[in-house]
């Protein structure tokens, strides 16, 4: 069965910390893997997309099909970082949905 | 085009009435997704679109529940004798294609 988990609720980290988000997943094929950011009061927005590769807002991640892991990472933190972080799997075996997992809300201490 | 427009932002109802909740998509999106996300959780599917097909629906939506996407433009989330367990955020969300989604503001419904 397709699940999508991020461990931790919280996370809280100083600015110009290095910040990691977890999130692993089960999957049976080749997923497409992606993450979204809700800042406070506003719509929730893709961040980025695992086929693309790109780095948005100083935001990685990599796809670890071998650990199942999809983790996003920011090497120096910033106070407009803090916000929730969904992450998401579609893929053939998905039909046309995706599967959210629970969100992070990531704090930023200045 | 400012994206995709949800209303009424807030619905308050009692139990027992009908709700009916309106999603404008991006009107170049051929695709139109319903999720319903409650406090802690992430987004839970519900149907989705393809122009004016509803070519799938979640075990979440319940009899009670309907979809419309008349035309393959707008489309409408009914929700028939409300029950407190309906009350939720209710996100649209529309892509073209496979691509990511571009999601609304939400509809927040309180059953009381």
Known sequence: AQRVTQPEKLLSVFKGAPVELKCNYSYSGS?????????????????LRHISRESIKGFTADLNKGETSFHLKKPFAQEEDSAMYYCALSGRNT???????TGTSLTVIP | DTGVSQNPRHKITKRGQNVTFRCDPI??????YWYR???????EFLTYF????????????SDRFSAERP????????????????????????SYDRQGYTFGSGTRLTVV
């Open chain 2, 50 to 61: 393809q122009n004016e097909a509803q070519l799938e629906k979640s075990r979440l939506l």
């Open chain 2, 27 to 32: 009107s170049e999106h051929n695709r139109l």
């Open chain 2, 37 to 43: 996300q409650t406090l802690g959780q992430g987004p």
């Open chain 1, 95 to 101: 039909g046309n949905q995706f599967y959210f997992g």
């Open chain 2, 71 to 94: 035309k393959g433009s707008f489309s409408t989330l009914e929700i028939q004798r409300t029950e407190q367990g309906d009350s939720a955020m209710y996100l649209c969300a529309s």
């Open chain 1, 31 to 47: 997923p497409e893997l992606f993450w979204y950011v809700q800042y406070s009061r506003q719509r929730l927005q893709l961040l």
